[in-house]
Structures are given as structure tokens and as C-alpha cells.
């Protein structure tokens, strides 16, 4: 196997020590030294795999992306509402657990404010998949505007996220629920 491979254990020890810093403390925060010494690598190691820390940063926003896409794909549901309702009651579980932190991807889109640099590209690929997700359940539920409740559904899972880091995070929850529900039920602006 290629040293550079995403396989490289070496590799791996890198991105699975910026996964839990970088979630913890901020990306900003933590420097390349501290990253190359808790994972256990040389520098030239690190500088092998990742030739700039903004590199680390995109590979660990597309390793977010990776693990959102498959708790996704696990979820069971018994059609397309269901599942919708069944990712934001998940999202609702992970914000309650005591090391949320807040979103990844939010986190890092407020240390990276220009949206043409590389890791706001990827926080971009991320969001643009699960808006299309979130179309592409609606449309198949038959939602009569599955872009516009896509952008809604979009605004409800960012307030959940930032809820659960700022608020008490069980506190969400049922709230999150009713306004999904009555973005799928289509009720009235101002009920």
C-alpha cells in the first residue's frame, strides 16, 4: 500500500487526532506540532500526507462528511417522511450527548469566513448533498415544492445544531420534531 494512501495507518493517526482536537478546541486553536505529537508521527510523516494543516482541515471536514452520509444510510424507515423524521430525531439524540460540541461543518465555516477557500468548498459539498437529500426524500414523499422545504428543512437542522451546543441540549428535541412536522404537513406561515 502507497504511503499517501487514505488507508496509511500513519494517515489515519493523523486525521483521527485533528477529528477529536479540532471538534474539541477549534481548528484555529490546535497546531500542526501538537497534531503530529499525540498522533505519534514524524513531521515528515505528516508533511507526506498532508502538505499544508488546510489540507488536514479539508480531509477532516470530507471525513464528517463521510460519517453523516453513512449514519444516514443506516437509519430504517418506512418511507421517505419517515426517514426525513428519522434524521432530525438522530440529530436530536447526537446534540444531546455531553461531548456535542456543536456541527463540524458550522464550527468550521466560522473559522474559514471565504467561501472560495478549499475547506468551505468542502463544508459547501457537504451541505449541498444533504439539501439534495432532503429533496430528494421530499420529492418522493410528494411534497408540492420539495426545493423550498429542502431550504426550510436546511434552516431547521442548522437551529438544531447551534441549539443543542448553546441551549440545553434535550431541549431541542421536541421542538425540532414539530417544526419538521409542520414544514411536511404544510402548515401556514405564523402557526
Known amino acids: 500500500m502507497p504511503a499517501n494512501s487514505p488507508k496509511s495507518p500513519a494517515r489515519s493517526r493523523v486525521l483521527d487526532t485533528a477529528t477529536r ?24 510523516t505528516f508533511y507526506h500526507h498532508f502538505p499544508a494543516k488546510d489540507a488536514l482541515v479539508k480531509a477532516y471536514i470530507e471525513e464528517q462528511t463521510r460519517q453523516q452520509q453513512a449514519a444516514i444510510d443506516e437509519l430504517t424507515a418506512d ?18 450527548l455531553a461531548d456535542f460540541r456543536g456541527c463540524p461543518f458550522i464550527n468550521a465555516a466560522a473559522e474559514y469566513p471565504d467561501p472560495a477557500h478549499p ?16 429533496r430528494d426524500l421530499l420529492t418522493d414523499a410528494g411534497d408540492p415544492d420539495p426545493v423550498r422545504t429542502a431550504d426550510l428543512l436546511m434552516l431547521i437542522r442548522d437551529g438544531l445544531a447551534v441549539a443543542c451546543d448553546l441551549d440545553d441540549p434535550t431541549a431541542p428535541r421536541p421542538v425540532v420534531r414539530d417544526a419538521v412536522l409542520r414544514v411536511l404537513d404544510g402548515a401556514p406561515a405564523g402557526v
Open 21 to 44: 482536537l479540532f471538534y474539541a478546541e477549534g481548528v484555529h486553536s490546535v497546531g500542526i506540532d501538537r497534531i503530529i505529537a499525540e498522533a505519534g508521527v514524524a513531521k515528515a
Open 79 to 96: 418511507g421517505p417522511r419517515e426517514k426525513l423524521l428519522a434524521v432530525f430525531d438522530r440529530m436530536g439524540q447526537i446534540g444531546a
Open 119 to 134: 475547506v468551505r468548498q468542502a463544508i459547501e459539498e457537504y451541505r449541498s448533498w444533504f439539501r439534495t437529500l432532503m
